[in-house]
Structure formats: structure tokens, C-alpha cells
């Protein structure tokens, strides 16, 4: 069983966000238990799983996403990983399609390499923290929004750019209260750096204490600073001491989040899980 690291959301090796991707020769998935302590051993905060599908119907690939502790229902960053890895051994071209638990998600690979994926937008609506969530955060928030069952985070926007960037949470508080987890965002200090807004994602309640680059979170954080800024198509900067850029163009109840990725291991499962 082939792995193979990717960084995605980054046209550099050692930065956005790094996912494990394995592509399986059988038409089936292994048992979750094995799926779950393969990503458990990889200990990054997706490993994808994919195998082909009959030719013909709704989807090229199955796919599915683990953390370290736990299938989530959508997963960007390791799309992208997937979508490069496929493209780079010559197994998909043009547009590939994923059937998951989010639905048919489609991923195009550009000339650039660059890596465009077709995602539905997240329904916001207005929410509020659970008790202690600000104070394990340190922040006041602006306002709060609920993402949808896909996504399934709370958004909270923050005063600002140094607010975001300086956040260093109680991870052990924010993991007993729910969900899956807190995107945190605020508008660019300097929109001349090449960046509109910026996002910071913890998950400590599925065992990532922080995401480097998420992009289901770009499915929320498009409509919500779309509508602040009056743009479709924006750029988000994500991440603390690790960082990526993600393209976002929203198009009504689809986005697109376009990044870059870079393989940078690839190696062989050498025990039976």
C-alpha cells in the first residue's frame, strides 16, 4: 500500500498543510478500523483514502478522510493531495470526480499545477459560543456564525489581523465543548501582501489542536467576506506557525478553492494493519 505526504495549499515543500494519501487498487474501502490506525500512525491531520469507481457513473474516486481520531464529513486540503497525487501518476486527467460524504466534489488540475476544487458553499447562520469558549479562545468575539453540517465549525470573527495571528487557546478547554471545532478570521491588516482575509482552525475535539490550512473552512469563510467585501473571488492567508494561501471565488451554493501542492515523501505500508 503506497503513501505519500503531500503539502497542500503551498507551492513549497515543508509549508501549508501536510496530508497522507493513499490510493487503494480495489474497487472497496478496508474496514474503518484499519482505516482509522492507518491515520492514527500518520498522526497528520487528514490521511485520504481513495479508490476508483466503475466507469460511467456519478464519480471517478471514492474518497474518504481521517484524522488521527475520527472520519470528518469534508476535508479540502487532502482533496487537493488527492487530486495531485492522481494527476501525478497518471491516473485521472481533466476534472476528477469524488464521490464522498459530502457529495460529488470535483477537483481540475491547471497547466500551473495549480489544483481547483468545486466544494458547496456553507450555510452561515448566526450562533453564539458555548459558555467558556471565548475565554479558552482569548478573544471578544464580533460575531459568531454556524457553518452547516458539512463543515460543522463555529466562525468567529475576530477585532483583527494581530488578534488572529497572536491566539494561543486553551485546546483542552475548546475540545470538551462540541463540534468539531473553531474557525477563527479577521480582514488583512495590509490587503497590498496578497491576501484579503485571514483564518486561523482549531479541532482539538477530533485530535488536530490546530489546522494549518483547512479548506472546508474556505467554504464558509468565502460567503462570509464576500458579503463584507463585495468580491466573488478573494484569497484567504491561514495558519500560525505553519501557513498557506487559499483562492476563493464563490459561485452562489458552489465554491471554488484553488491552491498548489507539493509531494514530498513517498513511501510503502510494510505491515499488514
Given at each position: 500500500?503506497?503513501?505519500?505526504?503531500?503539502d497542500?495549499?503551498?507551492?513549497?515543500?515543508?509549508?501549508?498543510?501536510?496530508?497522507?494519501?493513499?490510493?487503494?487498487?480495489?474497487?472497496?474501502?478496508?474496514?474503518?478500523?484499519?482505516?482509522?490506525?492507518?491515520?492514527?500512525?500518520?498522526?497528520?491531520?487528514?490521511?485520504a483514502?481513495?479508490?476508483?469507481?466503475?466507469?460511467?457513473?456519478?464519480?471517478?474516486?471514492?474518497?474518504?478522510?481521517?484524522?488521527?481520531?475520527?472520519?470528518?464529513?469534508?476535508?479540502?486540503?487532502?482533496t487537493?493531495?488527492t487530486?495531485?497525487?492522481?494527476?501525478?501518476?497518471?491516473?485521472?486527467?481533466?476534472?476528477?470526480?469524488?464521490?464522498?460524504?459530502?457529495?460529488?466534489?470535483?477537483?481540475?488540475?491547471?497547466?500551473?499545477?495549480?489544483?481547483?476544487?468545486?466544494?458547496?458553499?456553507?450555510?452561515?447562520?448566526?450562533?453564539?459560543?458555548?459558555?467558556?469558549?471565548?475565554r479558552?479562545?482569548?478573544?471578544?468575539?464580533?460575531?459568531v456564525?454556524?457553518?452547516?453540517?458539512?463543515?460543522?465549525?463555529?466562525?468567529?470573527?475576530?477585532?483583527?489581523?494581530?488578534?488572529?495571528?497572536?491566539?494561543?487557546?486553551?485546546?483542552?478547554?475548546?475540545?470538551?465543548?462540541?463540534?468539531?471545532?473553531?474557525?477563527?478570521?479577521?480582514?488583512?491588516?495590509?490587503?497590498?501582501?496578497?491576501?484579503?482575509?485571514?483564518?486561523?482552525?482549531?479541532?482539538?475535539?477530533?485530535?488536530v489542536?490546530?489546522?494549518?490550512?483547512?479548506?472546508?473552512?474556505?467554504?464558509?469563510?468565502?460567503?462570509?467576506?464576500?458579503?463584507r467585501?463585495?468580491?466573488?473571488?478573494?484569497?484567504?492567508?491561514?495558519?500560525?506557525?505553519?501557513?498557506?494561501?487559499?483562492?476563493?471565488?464563490?459561485?452562489?451554493?458552489?465554491?471554488?478553492?484553488?491552491g498548489?501542492?507539493?509531494?514530498?515523501?513517498?513511501?510503502?505500508?510494510?505491515?499488514?494493519?
Amino acid at each position: 500500500m503506497r503513501i505519500r505526504i503531500v503539502d497542500a495549499f503551498t507551492d513549497r515543500p515543508f509549508a501549508g498543510n501536510p496530508a497522507a494519501v493513499l490510493l487503494l487498487d480495489e474497487e472497496r474501502f478496508p474496514a474503518d478500523a484499519v482505516l482509522q490506525r492507518i491515520a492514527a500512525e500518520m498522526n497528520l491531520s487528514e490521511t485520504a483514502f481513495a479508490h476508483p469507481l466503475p466507469a460511467g457513473g456519478t464519480a471517478d474516486w471514492a474518497l474518504r478522510w481521517f484524522t488521527p481520531a475520527t472520519e470528518v464529513r469534508m476535508c479540502g486540503h487532502a482533496t487537493l493531495a488527492t487530486a495531485h497525487v492522481l494527476h501525478g501518476r497518471g491516473r485521472a486527467t481533466g476534472t476528477v470526480r469524488f464521490a464522498t460524504l459530502s457529495g460529488v466534489l470535483g477537483a481540475r488540475v491547471s497547466e500551473d499545477g495549480s489544483v481547483g476544487l468545486d466544494f458547496p458553499t456553507a450555510p452561515l447562520t448566526a450562533a453564539e459560543l458555548p459558555r467558556g469558549a471565548a475565554r479558552a479562545l482569548g478573544l471578544t468575539p464580533l460575531s459568531v456564525h454556524d457553518t452547516g453540517p458539512d463543515v460543522g465549525d463555529l466562525l468567529v470573527e475576530a477585532a483583527d489581523e494581530k488578534t488572529v495571528r497572536a491566539l494561543a487557546p486553551d485546546v483542552t478547554a475548546l475540545a470538551g465543548l462540541g463540534g468539531r471545532g473553531f474557525i477563527v478570521t479577521a480582514p488583512a491588516e495590509d490587503p497590498s501582501r496578497g491576501y484579503d482575509f485571514v483564518s486561523r482552525c482549531f479541532f482539538p475535539a477530533v485530535g488536530v489542536d490546530e489546522d494549518p490550512v483547512t479548506g472546508s473552512a474556505h467554504t464558509a469563510l468565502a460567503p462570509f467576506w464576500s458579503a463584507r467585501l463585495g468580491r466573488e473571488s478573494l484569497t484567504g492567508h491561514q495558519g500560525g506557525s505553519r501557513t498557506g494561501l487559499v483562492h476563493t471565488t464563490l459561485r452562489g451554493e458552489r465554491t471554488l478553492l484553488t491552491g498548489h501542492a507539493v509531494t514530498v515523501l513517498d513511501g510503502e505500508l510494510c505491515v499488514q494493519p
